[in-house]
Antibody, heavy 122, light 113 residues
Framework: EVQLLESGGRLVQPGGSLRLSCVAS????????MNWVRQAPGKGLEWVSE????????NYADSVKGRFTISRDNPKNTVYLQMSGLRAEDTAVYYC???????????????WGRGTTVIVSS | QSVLTQPPSVSGAPGQRVTISCTGS?????????VHWYQQLPGTAPKLLIY???NRPSGVPDRFSGSKSGTSASLAITGLQAEDEADYYC?????????????FGTGTKVTVL
């Protein structure tokens, strides 16, 4: 069974840092790009970042560019989101989502994790 | 900031047909990038509903269908059922100056009367 399991979300103060993790199982991890998507309380989905299957290509939404870094460890079947300079508006459920292709362009997200909650507040 | 616009809500009685529009621009849907749809039941993660404009993953009922034309796309639900009450999001890819990546629609809440 294809599964994604996120972890690492917690309460953090404004300006703080946090690293989210997503462990994948049930598919050949390095064959697929991976994404992070977030959803603020009561709001819609917002794509955050993507990384190619080999890890050599990354892309970010303008709202997080320069503050968040996506990476992956293929032998560990894990994708990470390192978040720094956190703001109240980063408060959201963060979902890890598998892309349908190796290189993230014109694709879709066919498997989603259950999400991990990040709250940025003093 | 969403670049794909959807109506905030649509509603219908059981058995009826409802449609959800998704309006983009020349840098996303109009640039021939595919449109995909997700269903999010209350309190759960999104689930892929339609991919590649009009394809259903295994297990998705054929009551759900998608279409695309020009800079817009639509999701249709025929024979509306109580279990279809959820939020629906369209998604595409955007490639314009200063922005390149996935984009989601604003989301539409479907209510079954």
């Amino acid at each position: 069974e294809v599964q994604l399991l996120e972890s690492g979300g917690r309460l953090v103060q404004p300006g703080g840092s946090l690293r989210l993790s997503c462990v994948a199982s049930g598919f050949t991890f390095n064959n697929y790009a991976m994404n992070w998507v977030r959803q603020a309380p009561g709001k819609g989905l917002e794509w955050v970042s993507e990384i190619s299957g080999g890890g050599g290509t990354t892309n970010y939404a303008d709202s997080v560019k320069g503050r968040f870094t996506i990476s992956r460890d293929n032998p560990k079947n894990t994708v990470y989101l390192q978040m720094s300079g956190l703001r109240a508006e980063d408060t959201a459920v963060y979902y890890c989502a598998k892309d349908d292709r190796h290189f993230p362009t014109d694709g879709f997200m066919d498997v989603w994790g259950r999400g991990t909650t990040v709250i940025v507040s003093s | 900031q969403s670049v794909l616009t959807q109506p905030p809500s649509v509603s219908g009685a059981p058995g009826q047909r409802v449609t959800i529009s998704c309006t983009g621009s020349s840098s996303n849907i109009g640039a021939r990038f595919d449109v995909h749809w997700y269903q999010q039941l209350p309190g759960t993660a999104p689930k892929l509903l339609i991919y590649g404009n009009n394809n259903r993953p295994s297990g998705v009922p054929d009551r759900f269908s998608g279409s695309k034309s020009g800079t817009s796309a639509s999701l249709a639900i025929t024979g509306l059922q109580a279990e279809d009450e959820a939020d629906y999001y369209c998604q595409s890819y955007d490639s314009s100056l200063g922005l390149s990546g996935y984009v989601f629609g604003t989301g539409t809440k479907v209510t079954v009367l």
